[in-house]
């Protein structure tokens, strides 16, 4: 069996701040880490690997990410910490994409790759927030789709049973191999390394590959291979005018029940 | 071509770019910013540049969408619950697409897919639709989003439309993305803000990003349809005209089998969502300790309201994880929302940007929560929690 977990490199934290006198946006002192979503997709392919493997199934497991070459020292560490393989989208060409244009990139590495029977996704990535890769990607491969999986129930050859959110509430559905899962952080939290993982990562194949190397389409990747354009951006202002009231905590909750009624009617 | 351009002439080596990148894909050296293989093309330095040095240079992009002015009209996909009525983020959109419709003097069409129950046309008409294309067909439950996808990729290819908005439940954000990626056009997600431009005449989508911390305006310019989820409770309902008259339009049956399958149904016991909530008492690590909880329950029932928390009360085992409300919980937008003893992280706050009234109660004055708070009390909350439930029994009596 073969699982591609798909990572995402986010900043350390998503905290944005206005510089006050040039009135731009400060992003300074933000390592990158792995999109704590796709931790959780790394972990539920690894524990599917150690099951398989424990049944005496071959299974590997190969984590794909699109980013600036700095991005190999997460792919890196996710085989210190199981994965077995690890490839790197990274090409100037890239940059710049939208959803559209990144899910063609990753689309074309995950082709370049043996032939997929599982591939996850975090539910969404904690800067952009779109939670789109998963299901474009299904789109893409006209693969069956399901997301926000919090938990693996089994996997058989021919399919995959699975508990994920839904309108209605959570709900268990089964797909068939091959199909594309997001999953929900609460599906599982991922490994620490082993120390012998560190030593085998520090070897570890991370393929780098270009546009052209994976056969993506000029015109359907980076900046100006993507349909949506940011025309502007801006902090929004939280300085909303709070009312607070004072008082004894009776006096105070007497003007709260005031608005609490206004509002109600 | 594509890319950052600097003209070395008028830099002043000032590293605000370096300071305003967030990959290190510009650096600056021998008081000249230079561009690295890290950059993502975001564009913050051309922001952050104070000498005008940076521009981001964008390549023609080459319209696929041939004859951009054949795409006419705006499409509503609305969306069905399990009892077969459309959910009410469909007549929120229906109200805003009215308007998007009449600004570019366009009909707003509603898509009504699967089995709907009775009357769902009629009042997808009523709140402002002038036609309802309605594909009855039981296959398209909602379970294998890939076919409600190839039944409005397979329409708008078709018929054309300018834009196509979707809600973003659970299912919209399964949906709207296969159809993107099979139309190859651009998507917005969760979008607070939908906008004609009256210059251009495009759809000017306007979205938080970075957890709430960035508002990003975005457009399709050279792609059709421009496509936008946006979340339940953004927008509101208009009220319904009875007296509208449109028409209803029956499309075939999709040709093509479900792959997924329920094998266990939601169960009934999961509760309510707090994600629909009319009104949500939150609850954070300020109301101390887990024996307040009772109390608290006590004021969300006289108020009609749904219990929802902060991370830390999860991770404490005080609620469980579908009460959690913010980044990795659930977004909520509730008519009405009571947050008590929340410092507001801001993880939290992404998480209830859509509440239209919120009420602050905390000991701490500079917490963050009251900057996006309405209303505000500042004192021990357990006090002032047990006064606010003797009023509102007094009131309800």
Same mark, same amino acid.
């Given at each position: 069996?073969?699982?591609?977990?798909?990572?995402?490199?986010?900043?350390?934290?998503?905290?944005?701040?206005?510089?006050?006198?040039?009135?731009?946006?400060?992003r300074?002192?933000?390592?990158?880490?792995?999109?704590?979503?796709?931790?959780?997709?790394?972990?539920l /392919?690894?524990?599917?690997?150690?099951?398989?493997?424990?049944?005496?199934?071959?299974?590997?497991?190969?984590v794909?990410?699109?980013?600036?070459?700095?991005?190999?020292?997460?792919l890196?560490?996710a085989?210190?910490?199981?994965a077995?393989?690890?490839?790197?989208?990274?090409?100037?060409a890239f /940059?710049?994409a939208?959803t +559209?244009?990144?899910?063609?990139?990753? /689309?074309?590495?995950?082709?370049?790759l043996?032939?997929?029977? +599982?591939?996850?996704?975090?539910?969404?990535?904690?800067?952009?927030d779109? =939670?789109?890769?998963?299901p474009?990607?299904?789109? =893409?491969f006209?693969?069956?789709?399901?997301?926000?999986?919090s938990?693996?129930?089994?996997?058989?050859?021919?399919?995959?049973?699975?508990?994920?959110?839904?309108?209605?509430?959570?709900?268990?559905?089964?797909?068939?191999?091959?199909?594309?899962?997001?999953?929900?952080?609460?599906?599982?939290?991922?490994?620490?390394?082993?120390?012998?993982?560190?030593?085998?990562?520090?070897d570890? !194949?991370?393929?780098?590959?270009?546009?052209?190397?994976?056969?993506?389409d !000029?015109?359907?990747?980076?900046?100006?291979g993507? !349909?949506?354009?940011v025309?502007?951006?801006?902090?929004?202002?939280?300085?909303?005018?709070?009312?607070?009231?004072?008082?004894?905590?009776?006096?105070?909750? /007497?003007?709260l029940?005031?608005?609490?009624?206004?509002?109600?009617? | 071509?594509?890319g950052?351009?600097?003209?070395? &002439?008028?830099?002043?080596g000032?590293?605000?770019c370096?300071r305003?990148?967030?990959? @290190? *894909?510009?650096?600056?050296?021998?008081?000249?910013?230079?561009?690295?293989?890290?950059?993502?093309?975001?564009?913050?330095?051309?922001?952050?540049?104070?000498?005008?040095? #940076?521009?981001?240079?964008? *390549?023609?992009?080459?319209?696929?969408?041939?004859?951009?002015?054949?795409?006419?009209?705006?499409?509503?996909?609305?969306q069905?619950?399990?009892?077969?009525?459309p959910?009410?983020?469909?007549?929120?959109?229906?109200?805003? *697409?009215? &308007?998007?419709?009449?600004?570019?003097?366009?009909?707003?069409? @509603?898509?009504?897919?699967?089995?709907?129950?009775?009357?769902?046309?009629?009042?997808?008409?009523?709140?402002?639709?002038?036609?309802v294309?309605?594909?009855e067909?039981g296959?398209?439950?909602?379970v294998?989003?890939?076919l409600?996808?190839?039944?409005?990729?397979?329409?708008?290819?078709d018929?054309?439309?300018?834009?196509?908005?979707?809600?973003?439940t659970?299912?919209?954000?399964?949906l709207?993305?296969?159809?993107?990626v099979?139309?190859?056009t *651009?998507?917005?997600?969760?979008?607070?803000?939908?906008?004609?431009?009256?210059?251009?005449?495009?759809?000017e989508?306007?979205?938080?990003?970075?957890?709430?911390?960035?508002?990003?305006?975005?457009?399709?310019? @050279?792609?059709?349809?421009?496509?936008?989820?946006v979340?339940p409770?953004?927008?509101?309902?208009?009220?319904?005209?009875?007296a509208?008259?449109?028409?209803?339009?029956r499309?075939?049956?999709?040709?093509? &089998?479900?792959?997924?399958?329920?094998?266990?149904?939601?169960?009934?016991?999961?509760g309510?969502?707090?994600?629909?909530?009319?009104?949500?008492?939150?609850?954070?690590r300020?109301?101390?300790?887990?024996?307040?909880?009772?109390?608290?329950r006590?004021?969300?029932?006289?108020?009609?309201?749904?219990?929802?928390?902060?991370?830390?009360?999860?991770?404490?085992g005080?609620?469980?994880?579908?009460?959690? #409300?913010?980044?990795?919980?659930?977004?909520?937008?509730?008519?009405?929302?009571?947050?008590?003893?929340?410092?507001g992280?801001i993880q939290?706050?992404?998480?209830?940007?859509?509440?239209?009234?919120?009420?602050?109660?905390?000991?701490?004055?500079?917490?963050?929560?009251?900057?996006?708070?309405?209303?505000?009390?500042?004192?021990?909350?357990?006090?002032?929690?047990?006064?606010?439930?003797?009023?509102?029994?007094?009131s309800?009596?």
């Amino acid at each position: 069996m073969h699982v591609v977990v798909c990572i995402k490199a986010v900043p350390g934290s998503t905290e944005v701040k206005m510089d006050p006198e040039t009135h731009t946006i400060v992003r300074d002192g933000r390592e990158a880490v792995i999109n704590p979503f796709d931790a959780s997709a790394l972990e539920l /392919a690894l524990e599917l690997a150690d099951a398989r493997r424990a049944a005496g199934e071959d299974c590997s497991v190969t984590v794909v990410s699109m980013g600036i070459p700095a991005t190999e020292r997460i792919l890196r560490d996710a085989c210190a910490r199981g994965a077995t393989d690890a490839l790197l989208l990274s090409d100037r060409a890239f /940059a710049g994409a939208d959803t +559209l244009a990144t899910c063609h990139a990753l /689309a074309c590495g995950i082709r370049a790759l043996p032939a997929a029977d +599982l591939i996850l996704c975090g539910k969404m990535a904690v800067d952009g927030d779109t =939670a789109q890769i998963g299901p474009e990607l299904a789109g =893409a491969f006209d693969l069956p789709c399901v997301t926000d999986v919090s938990e693996l129930v089994g996997t058989g050859d021919e399919s995959i049973v699975v508990r994920c959110g839904s309108d209605e509430g959570p709900v268990a559905v089964e797909a068939p191999l091959p199909c594309v899962l997001t999953v929900a952080k609460e599906a599982a939290q991922l490994r620490m390394p082993s120390i012998a993982g560190v030593r085998a990562a520090e070897d570890a !194949p991370v393929a780098v590959r270009g546009a052209e190397d994976v056969g993506a389409d !000029p015109a359907r990747i980076g900046l100006s291979g993507s !349909p949506t354009q940011v025309v502007h951006c801006f902090v929004p202002d939280r300085s909303g005018a709070v009312r607070l009231f004072d008082g004894s905590a009776e006096e105070q909750a /007497a003007a709260l029940a005031g608005i609490i009624e206004e509002v109600r009617s | 071509m594509t890319g950052i351009v600097i003209d070395a &002439e008028k830099c002043v080596g000032c590293r605000q770019c370096e300071r305003a990148c967030a990959s @290190a *894909g510009i650096v600056v050296e021998n008081r000249t910013a230079r561009v690295t293989e890290s950059c993502t093309l975001c564009g913050a330095c051309v922001d952050a540049c104070p000498v005008g040095t #940076v521009e981001l240079v964008r *390549g023609s992009a080459a319209a696929r969408a041939e004859d951009l002015g054949t795409w006419r009209n705006v499409w509503v996909y609305c969306q069905l619950d399990a009892s077969g009525a459309p959910l009410s983020v469909a007549f929120e959109l229906l109200g805003r *697409g009215r &308007e998007l419709a009449d600004a570019r003097g366009e009909n707003l069409v @509603a898509l009504l897919a699967g089995t709907p129950a009775p009357g769902s046309a009629e009042a997808l008409i009523a709140a402002g639709a002038d036609e309802v294309l309605l594909c009855e067909d039981g296959r398209l439950d909602r379970v294998d989003a890939s076919l409600e996808a190839e039944l409005v990729a397979h329409l708008a290819q078709d018929l054309r439309p300018e834009i196509i908005l979707y809600g973003a439940t659970a299912f919209g954000r399964e949906l709207a993305p296969q159809v993107a990626v099979r139309l190859e056009t *651009g998507l917005t997600a969760d979008c607070t803000v939908l906008e004609i431009n009256p210059e251009t005449g495009l759809l000017e989508q306007t979205r938080p990003a970075f957890g709430g911390n960035l508002m990003a305006t975005i457009t399709c310019p @050279a792609h059709r349809p421009q496509m936008a989820t946006v979340r339940p409770g953004i927008f509101s309902a208009p009220a319904a005209d009875p007296a509208r008259r449109g028409q209803v339009t029956r499309i075939a049956p999709v040709a093509r &089998e479900p792959r997924v399958r329920i094998v266990e149904k939601a169960s009934a016991r999961s509760g309510p969502s707090i994600a629909e909530a009319e009104r949500l008492v939150v609850l954070g690590r300020g109301i101390g300790s887990k024996k307040s909880l009772p109390l608290m329950r006590r004021l969300a029932e006289l108020l009609d309201a749904e219990i929802g928390c902060t991370r830390p009360l999860v991770e404490a085992g005080w609620l469980e994880y579908p009460h959690q #409300v913010g980044q990795t919980g659930v977004a909520v937008a509730p008519k009405l929302l009571v947050s008590i003893g929340v410092s507001g992280a801001i993880q939290h706050l992404a998480g209830i940007g859509g509440a239209e009234t919120v009420i602050a109660i905390n000991e701490d004055p500079e917490a963050p929560i009251f900057s996006a708070a309405r209303y505000g009390a500042v004192g021990d909350c357990i006090e002032i929690v047990s006064a606010l439930v003797e009023q509102l029994e007094k009131s309800t009596r």
